[in-house]
């Protein structure tokens, strides 16, 4: 019996800081909690599908692209480049091209292929990234900006259009992960792990 209330003594104040943290996080133990909705370390299985729009139409001859070729930023005297925002999906999602980590859905990629933003007058100038495509090939950023970055030796740029969304990405350490772009001719899209945000990027070589 005494050895019994020896143990009580000893346990009561670490049952008394479980309960304490218990209730300090709204019931949630520390390091529970339910996962993130965007971001969080989640990492898509697949890319996003192509949009209808992008489809070409059966027995249909193929359309000449006359959208205005893009830039690399605006000119001295001339208008910013637009930035890339889409309405919040939910309540807590970001204003910006993101993908649900319950059911891997890219919100906000639906533009089409004749998206004047992403329209490249050499598609693939530089040839096509091999580093590796899809949740299984993972990467560390190693430096740079959205003009240039790069990790193992490949060099990327950032679509002018979407610079706003890469504004809080750590070029020295946020993981990414390339997907092939279905719509955007010349295009990847490279997603981040940490916030659960995409942008649309050019492969620049190695």
């Known amino acids: 019996m005494l050895e019994q209330t020896n143990v009580k003594k000893i346990l009561r104040p670490f049952l008394l800081m479980r309960v304490a943290a218990f209730a ?3 019931g949630e133990p520390r390091g529970g909690g339910k996962p993130a909705e965007v971001g969080g370390g989640h990492i ?12 070409p139409a059966r027995n ?10 893009r830039e ?46 992403y329209h490249t007058d050499q598609p693939f100038a530089h040839g096509r990234f091999t580093g590796g495509i899809g949740a299984q090939h993972r990467f560390r950023l190693e430096g740079g900006n959205r003009e240039r970055f790069w990790f193992n030796n490949f060099y990327w740029d950032v679509a002018p259009y979407d610079y ?39 492969y620049l070589g190695s």
Do not use: C, M
Not at 168 to 196: C, F, K, M, Q, T
């Open 164 to 202: 706003n969304i890469v504004g809080d990405w750590n070029w020295s350490g946020d993981e990414i992960v390339i997907y092939d772009d279905p719509d955007h001719i010349g295009w990847y899209l490279a997603y981040n792990s940490r916030l659960g945000t995409y942008a649309h990027v050019e």
């Open 72 to 117: 690399s930023g605006p000119a001295r005297g001339q208008q910013p480049v637009a930035e890339n925002h889409i309405a919040a999906d939910k309540n807590g999602h970001p204003e910006l091209p993101h993908v649900h980590a319950k059911n891997d859905q890219w919100v906000g990629h639906n533009t089409g292929r004749d998206d004047p933003h």
């Open 24 to 26: 300090q996080h709204g």
């Open 44 to 55: 898509p299985a697949h890319g996003p599908a192509p949009t209808k729009a992008s489809k």
């Open 60 to 69: 249909s001859a193929p359309q000449r692209d006359s959208a205005p070729a």
